[in-house]
């Protein structure tokens, strides 16, 4: 029996339904209950195959549980490593890099320094900065709004650079980014589940709390519904979130991303309505299901995006990247330039431009050396030739202090890293 637990927090409609919803398909293989918890234990396993992380982003007790469970063998809804890491300002950057338009925006220091730091502290830092070159850059009126983070405290319009510096002087030690504005027509919020079912609904921030989602979806333009879909689960693969969250505001029939990274949005039936409601819960449901009878092993599984797959070398030579779940097959009807099939290939390419790395150290510096046999790419290389190669790598432009503090960790066989 595979068991699938929900750790929440406030909630109190999606939670229960959830679970109702999971118990209710009748599967004699699974069965739903809330995570509960009275002790943990280093390395001892929490029971759970799945568990579905509604809270641990709030509670840092809860985000060290899920990330211990994954060592034991549960599958987590969300990634908690990369949650915990992820922040608004590179998500912007990662989205232009996607040919997903989004809001011109900078990132800026915090307006007093941290705690513990001293002048000393940021000699790298420019004083003062090119504040005409940044404003100029994202015009105004602009958004001041916390670089990391979900909530919409602290969010601020300025209209010109006296305002902008009379508020950004209240922030404090936090660090901020300055956004564009995006003047909207429309507006539209959606769930992207599994990196591949998309939800649209209308939204309207500027309405009061409990009328933002009352508008109706028909009407439409097809296009725009076909590229919020595509932007939506081009973003939520990217960047790995089982559960996502992204908000567009449309402008000049143009959707920008302009709010993406929530991994645990407000799902709450009299927040969205029971037509959305319903929707989430189902897919959710059938999300955990699934994940829950592909759990197998003394670790947990983990989606982790194409971004991390690419950059932390995941992709072995030779072989292309493999699409998560039918991504692949739903977007290659979109005719996009930017698909899933199409960044697979293009990743492949970009690899002819980065050194390969065979048998822990990158080619450019392994023709440097007396290699003559062609016997690099074979697991019976000579060791002795192999370290010479590695320490030629790792000594290259460096000075002997500097050798002498690096840990000389070769590569995964096979492998790309940047």
Known sequence: MKKI????????T????????????????????????DKVI????????VIVDLISHVVPFYRSYVKHAVLTGTAIINNPFWWSADEKFFGNALAQQLN????????????QPPHNTNANTFRNLMYPMDWQGIFEYVGFPARLKPYAGDSSNNIHRVNSEEEFFNIHGTTGQQVMMLQEEIDFQEYYRCFCVGAREVHIMRFNPRSPFHLRYAGENSGTPRKLVSKMKEYSIRLSEALGYDINAIEFAVRDGVPYAVDFLDPAPDTDIYSIGDANFDWIVEAVANLAIRK????????????????????MGLYDEGNEHEEQGSNAAYLQNTGSDNSPVTRSKSHTEKKENIPTMNNGFPSSIRDQVDMSD??????SVNPDRKAIAKEAYINKGTTAAQRASVTKVPAKKGTVRT
């Open 5 to 12: 637990g929900i750790l929440f927090g406030q909630e109190n």
């Open 14 to 37: 999606f939670p229960q339904a959830l679970i109702d919803r999971i118990n209710l398909k009748n599967d004699s293989e699974i069965i739903a209950e809330a995570v509960f918890i």
């Open 42 to 49: 280093q390395a001892e396993p929490t029971g759970y195959d």
């Open 100 to 111: 997903i338009p989004v809001p011109r925006s900078v990132l800026l220091p915090s307006n």
């Open 292 to 311: 829950a009878k592909n759990q197998e092993g003394e670790q947990g599984e983990l989606t982790w995006g194409t971004f991390m797959d690419y950059n």
């Open 374 to 379: 062609n016997d690099a790419n074979q697991e």
